[in-house]
């Protein structure tokens, strides 16, 4: 548990026994907002519930008086040396410096554990993300949504969560149909055939060298058979290439998914009728203008929406329902986490109703939408592949600027957030690049420890409770900072706080380098710096982990 969720708990205590004392009169209770106040003259934490209970507090109306009277049944705490209300009716607490010593040896002693939390209690999260149909390579924008799915399974497992990574594939419907049509036609071209890519189809140039890699490796033969077979067998092989295409560039991303779900096997195993038939039985489905509709403005959507078209083809969003009825009712998932792209936007309130009209509660359903990436060189804009000429693909990233920028980049905005990716700034080896930054930081670390190992210097008997200057003292408190991390990505969903953390970190490292030698000829200081600097590194690198970014030691 986190300091700033054990200081929530324990007031909420002490304001019912304040209550119960007959000093407060408050009968419901307001969400109690533990806070960092920016100027640490005000403490470590503070809160402002005093102000909150006093609009309707009948035993006074002053927020200085009902945050004394609160105050008076806080107990003492380890964590905390000083407690005290200032005006307006903040409570402010000062972490005690004693106990801070002392989680550099928890830290130490439970090593890469440090910081996991259980808040959720064993409950089972499916995340779906990336989830790109098989028609095409990934671009940049896929990659920004596959790193934050991967990094929030991470964290939600380091919170207590059971997790299962799921990609889910669109090999259905009439999208595939249109990649098959055009591959055909792109095979054709190939023997000298003239043939026309469909004015529906893909026309980027990778369908070009598709179609040429099958074409060597499966010669003319489609040619000879009927066009329909030709072009269904043409569209599997070109599925399976592209998929394999989509596997190695993740694996290069350092993401990787416990389950590969096929949208076609929600029509093979039946769950499409049975999803179906549940929403007819709810009273949510109808028939107009030769289409099967589903009411969702019955449900608070804007508009009702078609489940099956005229021409008796489910559509995406019958898809998705039953995909939804598959992971919810058959495999029982607690929570599911979808992360979609910025064109999905829409899709969010037609799903919410859906889940209500399935009889599962909306709440259980989490959707993160993952806006834009605009590529950059420093002020140009990048608009097209200097390989092809065509769409910048996630591989050309990666090859270009290294898959720990990538990830980390990735991370520095908020998901609902449009981003500037600048591939000048990533690949600069300077405090200017934030990942090499924080990356210098673990690898500087890694330097003093091997420094202090070529010395014959043993720390393990380091007392920590001299660590009692400004700068020590501002390294462990921001270090004891992360489980409240992963407390937060757990319950909101945002792990671009990571990138701000380890940046944080690696900030208060590095001016604590500057201002504390660490091996030095006071032995006994020596011994407690070197144990402080190998806490610090733990954490950074577990903080790097869970953003699935190396910690280098040399560089």
Same mark, same amino acid.
């Given at each position: 548990?986190?300091?700033?969720?054990?200081?929530?708990?324990?007031?909420?205590?002490?304001?019912?026994?304040?209550?119960?004392?007959?000093?407060?009169? *408050?009968?419901?209770?307001?969400?109690?907002?533990?806070?960092?106040?920016?100027?640490?003259?005000?403490?470590?934490?503070?809160?402002?519930?005093?102000?909150?209970?006093?609009?309707?507090?009948?035993?006074?109306?002053?927020?200085?008086?009902?945050?004394?009277?609160?105050?008076?049944?806080?107990?003492?705490?380890?964590?905390?040396?000083?407690?005290?209300?200032?005006?307006?009716?903040?409570?402010?607490?000062?972490?005690?410096?004693?106990?801070? *010593?002392?989680?550099?040896?928890?830290?130490?002693?439970?090593?890469?554990? =440090?910081?996991?939390?259980?808040?959720?209690?064993?409950?089972?999260?499916?995340?779906?993300?990336?989830?790109?149909?098989?028609?095409?390579?990934?671009?940049?924008?896929?990659?920004?949504?596959?790193?934050?799915?991967?990094?929030?399974?991470?964290?939600? $497992?380091?919170?207590? #969560?059971?997790?299962?990574?799921?990609?889910?594939?669109?090999?259905?419907?009439?999208?595939?149909?249109?990649?098959?049509? $055009?591959?055909?036609?792109? #095979?054709?071209?190939?023997?000298?055939?003239?043939?026309?890519?469909?004015?529906?189809? #893909?026309?980027?140039?990778?369908?070009?060298?598709?179609?040429?890699?099958?074409?060597?490796?499966?010669?003319?033969?489609?040619?000879?058979?009927?066009?329909?077979?030709?072009?269904?067998?043409?569209?599997?092989? &070109?599925?399976?290439?592209?998929?394999?295409?989509?596997?190695?560039?993740?694996?290069?991303?350092?993401?990787?998914?416990?389950?590969?779900?096929?949208?076609? $096997?929600?029509?093979?195993? &039946?769950? #499409?009728?049975?999803?179906?038939?549940?929403?007819?039985?709810?009273?949510?489905?109808?028939?107009?203008?030769?289409?099967?509709?589903?009411?969702?403005?019955?449900?608070? !959507?804007?508009?009702?929406?078609?489940?099956?078209?005229?021409?008796?083809?489910?559509?995406? =969003?019958?898809?998705?329902?039953?995909?939804?009825?598959?992971? %919810?009712?058959?495999?029982? %998932? !607690?929570?599911?986490?979808?992360?979609?792209?910025?064109?999905?936007?829409?899709?969010?309130?037609?799903?919410?109703?859906?889940?209500?009209?399935?009889?599962?509660?909306?709440?259980?359903?989490?959707?993160?939408?993952?806006?834009?990436?605009?590529?950059?060189?420093?002020?140009?804009?990048?608009?097209? +592949?200097?390989? +092809?000429?065509?769409?910048?693909?996630?591989?050309?990233?990666?090859?270009?600027?290294?898959?720990?920028? *990538?990830?980390?980049? %990735?991370? $520095?905005?908020?998901?609902?957030?449009?981003? !500037? %990716?600048?591939?000048?700034?990533?690949?600069?080896?300077?405090?200017?690049?934030?990942?090499?930054?924080?990356?210098?930081?673990?690898?500087?670390?890694?330097?003093?420890?091997?420094?202090?190992?070529?010395?014959?210097?043993?720390?393990? +008997?380091?007392?920590?409770?001299?660590?009692?200057?400004?700068?020590?003292?501002?390294?462990?408190?921001?270090?004891?900072?992360?489980?409240?991390?992963?407390?937060?990505?757990?319950?909101?969903?945002?792990?671009?706080?990571?990138?701000? =953390?380890?940046?944080?970190?690696?900030?208060?490292?590095?001016? =604590?380098?500057?201002?504390?030698?660490?091996?030095?000829?006071?032995?006994?200081?020596?011994?407690?710096?070197?144990?402080?600097?190998?806490?610090?590194?733990?954490?950074?690198?577990?903080?790097?982990?869970?953003?699935?970014?190396?910690?280098?030691?040399?560089?």
């Amino acid at each position: 548990m986190s300091v700033k969720h054990k200081l929530a708990e324990v007031l909420q205590h002490a304001i019912v026994r304040a209550r119960q004392e007959g000093l407060l009169a *408050c009968e419901s209770l307001p969400e109690i907002v533990i806070e960092r106040p920016q100027n640490l003259k005000h403490g470590d934490y503070a809160t402002s519930i005093a102000l909150k209970l006093a609009r309707a507090e009948t035993k006074t109306s002053n927020p200085v008086d009902i945050a004394e009277r609160i105050v008076r049944f806080i107990p003492k705490l380890p964590e905390v040396g000083r407690v005290h209300v200032v005006s307006p009716g903040f409570i402010n607490f000062e972490l005690n410096p004693e106990w801070l *010593c002392g989680q550099v040896q928890v830290v130490l002693d439970n090593a890469l554990s =440090f910081g996991d939390v259980d808040i959720g209690g064993g409950k089972s999260v499916q995340i779906e993300f990336v989830s790109v149909n098989p028609t095409g390579p990934l671009h940049v924008g896929h990659g920004r949504g596959a790193v934050l799915g991967s990094t929030l399974a991470n964290v939600l $497992s380091a919170a207590g #969560y059971k997790l299962q990574k799921e990609y889910y594939i669109n090999d259905a419907g009439s999208q595939l149909d249109a990649f098959s049509r $055009s591959l055909y036609a792109r #095979y054709q071209q190939c023997f000298g055939v003239e043939a026309e890519v469909p004015a529906d189809g #893909y026309l980027g140039n990778y369908m070009v060298s598709l179609a040429e890699e099958i074409a060597r490796e499966e010669g003319r033969r489609f040619l000879d058979m009927p066009v329909k077979s030709a072009t269904e067998e043409l569209g599997e092989i &070109g599925v399976r290439k592209i998929l394999g295409m989509i596997k190695r560039d993740l694996e290069l991303l350092g993401v990787e998914f416990d389950v590969w779900f096929s949208e076609r $096997s929600l029509y093979s195993g &039946g769950q #499409y009728e049975k999803a179906m038939s549940l929403l007819k039985k709810s009273g949510y489905v109808v028939e107009k203008e030769n289409a099967v509709w589903f009411t969702s403005s019955a449900l608070g !959507d804007d508009k009702d929406n078609v489940l099956v078209r005229s021409d008796g083809s489910p559509t995406y =969003f019958a898809s998705d329902i039953a995909y939804h009825f598959n992971k %919810f009712m058959e495999r029982k %998932f !607690d929570i599911v986490v979808d992360v979609w792209g910025a064109d999905h936007q829409g899709h969010v309130p037609r799903m919410m109703a859906a889940m209500s009209a399935l009889g599962l509660a909306p709440e259980r359903l989490k959707i993160i939408i993952c806006q834009l990436v605009t590529l950059r060189r420093g002020k140009e804009v990048v608009r097209v +592949s200097k390989r +092809s000429g065509d769409i910048i693909t996630l591989r050309e990233v990666i090859d270009e600027v290294g898959a720990d920028a *990538c990830r980390f980049f %990735f991370l $520095s905005r908020s998901a609902d957030a449009q981003m !500037d %990716f600048d591939l000048e700034l990533a690949k600069k080896q300077s405090a200017d690049n934030p990942v090499y930054y924080v990356q210098y930081a673990h690898a500087r670390i890694c330097s003093i420890l091997r420094l202090a190992q070529e010395r014959g210097i043993d720390y393990s +008997s380091g007392d920590v409770s001299l660590l009692t200057t400004e700068p020590e003292q501002a390294l462990i408190k921001q270090m004891v900072l992360l489980p409240e991390m992963i407390e937060l990505i757990a319950s909101t969903l945002e792990p671009h706080h990571l990138f701000y =953390f380890a940046q944080d970190l690696a900030t208060t490292f590095h001016s =604590f380098y500057k201002q504390c030698r660490v091996i030095s000829r006071n032995r006994e200081l020596t011994l407690a710096r070197l144990k402080l600097v190998k806490a610090v590194q733990t954490v950074l690198a577990k903080t790097l982990g869970l953003m699935g970014v190396s910690a280098p030691e040399r560089m």
